[in-house]
C-alpha cells in the first residue's frame, strides 16, 4: 500500500470568487471579475460569469456534511477581500464577517480543519481603480485587510495562506492579456510581483506579532522546469525558466530574499521595480512558516531556436522556447501535461533547496469536459480522476519517504466550481453540480477519497 500518516490532511481546495456566489450589493462589493465580466462577458467560457457559481454562501451548512462524506479531515477556501471590505478599505461589511465567522466555527464543529487564504486573483474594483498590485498603496490596504482577517478569526483559523499562485496575477493580468487588468506591461509586471512579495511578508510580519498560536504561509504553483536535453544551452535555458515561473515568489517566501540570477534578469531588461531598503528588509525578515503547493503540470523548455524580436514587450520566453516531448501524457480538455513524478521532484527541491520547510499539496486535479457521458446509475464514474490521484500520491509518498516535510494534498475541488475564464467548461469536483437545480452529487471519486483518507493510503 501507498500509506500516509495518520495525522496527515486529506482535503479540498476553492476560492470565494469561484464557489460563493450571491454577488448582490447587500453581500459583497465589486472585485476585478464582476468588472470585466460586466465589459467583456464573451470572454468567459459560455458566457457564464462569476454570478453564476455553486452557491456555497448560501448552502454552506449542508455542503460542509459533504465534505465528511468524501473523507476530508481539512478545507482550503479564501476570504474575499471585497465581501468584506466592499470599496477595498474603510468600514468592514458586518454580514459578511458573520458569514465567514460562522463558516469557519461550523468547519470546526464538524472536524474540519480551515485553511483560509486571503488572497485569490480577486483584487477590489476600487483599488485596482487606483492601480491595483501597481500602487504601493494599494500593499497597505491588504495589510490592514490581513490584519483585519488575523483579528476577526485568528481564535478558529490557525493556519493561513497569504495568496494562491500570485505568479498567474502576474503573467496571466500584466503580461499574456489574459486576466484583467488585461496588461501586456512587463515593467508593471515587475512591479506587482514586488509589491506582491512585499505584501505576502507584511501580512507575515503582522500574524506573528498577534502570537495567535497558528501558521501562516503562501501557495505556489510550482511548475518545475525540465530542459530537452543535457546540452548546456537547454539546460541553461531550463535555469531561467525556473528563475521566473517558481523561484521568483519561492525565494522571497521562504528565504527572504531574491536569487541574484533573477535580479541581474531584471537588470539586464532595465525592468528593476521601485523598492526601498526599509521594505527588502521587510521582507527579508518575515518568511513563511509553511508553504503551499499546487501542482498541475511541468514546464518543458530548450535553448531559443531564434534570436529574440527586440521590438516585442519583454516575456521571460525571451530566453527560452517552449518544448513539446514526444509521448507526453495529455490532459486534451485543459492542455495539460500530466506528469505525476513531477510532484516528488518538488518534494525534493524543497527538501534540499528550501530548508526542508513544512509543506502541502494544496490543489491537484484534473478538469475534464462534458463529465455527464460518464453517468451510470446516476453518478458520474469518473475513474480517470482516481487514476490521477492515484499516480500523483505514489510519487509523493515516495519523496516523503525520503524525507521531505509534506504534511497533506489537497484536490481541485469540492464541488465542480466556476473557473475563471473557463466558466463550467471543464469540471474538476469531487462532488458534482448540476447548474440548473444546484443539486450535489457525489461522484465515484468522492467516495474513493474517503477510503483513502479513511485508510491513510491505497
Known amino acids: ?174 503580461l499574456t492579456n489574459y486576466h ?38 503562501i501557495v505556489l504553483n510550482l511548475t518545475p522546469a525540465y530542459p530537452r536535453s543535457s546540452n548546456p544551452a537547454d539546460v541553461k535555458a531550463a535555469e531561467i525558466a525556473e528563475l521566473f515561473a517558481n523561484k521568483s515568489f519561492l525565494d522571497p517566501a521562504v528565504k527572504g530574499e531574491y536569487d541574484p540570477r533573477l535580479i541581474e534578469l531584471i537588470k539586464e531588461q532595465n525592468l528593476m521595480p521601485e523598492y526601498t531598503q526599509e521594505d527588502l528588509a521587510t521582507i527579508r525578515e518575515n518568511r513563511v512558516d509553511f508553504l503551499g503547493v499546487n501542482y498541475y503540470q511541468p514546464v518543458r523548455v530548450c535553448a531559443r531556436a531564434s534570436m529574440p524580436n527586440p521590438e516585442a514587450p519583454f516575456m ?47 490543489e491537484n486535479g484534473m478538469g475534464v469536459e462534458n463529465e455527464d457521458r460518464f453517468r451510470e446509475n446516476g453518478q458520474i ?7 490521477f490521484f492515484k499516480d500523483h500520491l505514489t510519487w509523493l509518498a515516495k519523496g516523503i519517504e525520503e524525507g521531505s516535510n509534506c504534511i497533506g494534498y489537497h484536490v481541485w475541488t469540492f464541488i465542480d466550481c466556476w473557473s475563471w475564464l473557463n466558466a463550467y467548461k471543464n469540471r474538476y469536483g469531487l462532488v458534482e453540480l448540476d447548474l440548473k437545480t444546484q443539486e450535489r452529487r457525489i461522484k465515484k471519486s468522492g467516495l474513493w477519497f474517503k477510503e483513502l483518507a479513511e485508510n491513510h493510503g491505497f
Open 381 to 387: 464514474q469518473d475513474d480517470y480522476r482516481i487514476e
Open 180 to 217: 484583467y487588468p488585461c496588461k501586456v506591461d512587463p515593467k508593471a509586471a515587475v512591479q506587482v510581483a514586488y509589491h506582491t512579495a512585499l505584501a505576502c511578508a507584511s501580512a507575515v510580519k503582522t500574524y506573528h506579532e498577534l502570537n495567535q498560536g497558528g501558521k501562516i504561509g
Open 1 to 174: 500500500m501507498v500509506k500516509f500518516a495518520d495525522n496527515f490532511y486529506f482535503g479540498s481546495a476553492t476560492s470565494a470568487t469561484q464557489c460563493e456566489g450571491a454577488h448582490t450589493p447587500a453581500d459583497k462589493g465589486k472585485d476585478i471579475w464582476d468588472v470585466w465580466f460586466e465589459q467583456e462577458p464573451d470572454r468567459f467560457h459560455g458566457g457564464i460569469g462569476p454570478d453564476t457559481t455553486s452557491t456555497f454562501y448560501e448552502h454552506y451548512k449542508t455542503d460542509i456534511p459533504l465534505l465528511k462524506a468524501t473523507g476530508q479531515n481539512s478545507f482550503r477556501t479564501s476570504i474575499s477581500w471585497s465581501r468584506l471590505f466592499p470599496e477595498g478599505r474603510g468600514k468592514v461589511n458586518e454580514k459578511a464577517a458573520a458569514y465567514y465567522r460562522d463558516l469557519f466555527e461550523e468547519l470546526r464543529k464538524n472536524g474540519i480543519e480551515p485553511f483560509v487564504n486571503l488572497f485569490h486573483f480577486d483584487m477590489p474594483a476600487a483599488l485596482q481603480e487606483i492601480g491595483g498590485w501597481e500602487n504601493r498603496q494599494v500593499v497597505d490596504d491588504y495589510a490592514n485587510y490581513a490584519k483585519t482577517c488575523f483579528e476577526l478569526y485568528g481564535d478558529i483559523v490557525k493556519r493561513w495562506f497569504t495568496f494562491n499562485e500570485p505568479i498567474v496575477h502576474v503573467e496571466c493580468g500584466y
Open 316 to 362: 521571460p520566453e525571451y530566453y527560452f522556447d517552449h518544448y513539446e516531448m514526444p509521448g507526453r501524457k495529455m490532459n486534451p480538455y485543459r492542455g495539460w501535461e500530466i506528469y505525476p513524478k513531477g510532484i516528488y521532484d518538488i518534494a525534493i527541491n524543497i527538501r534540499d533547496n528550501y530548508g526542508n520547510i513544512e509543506w502541502m499539496i494544496t
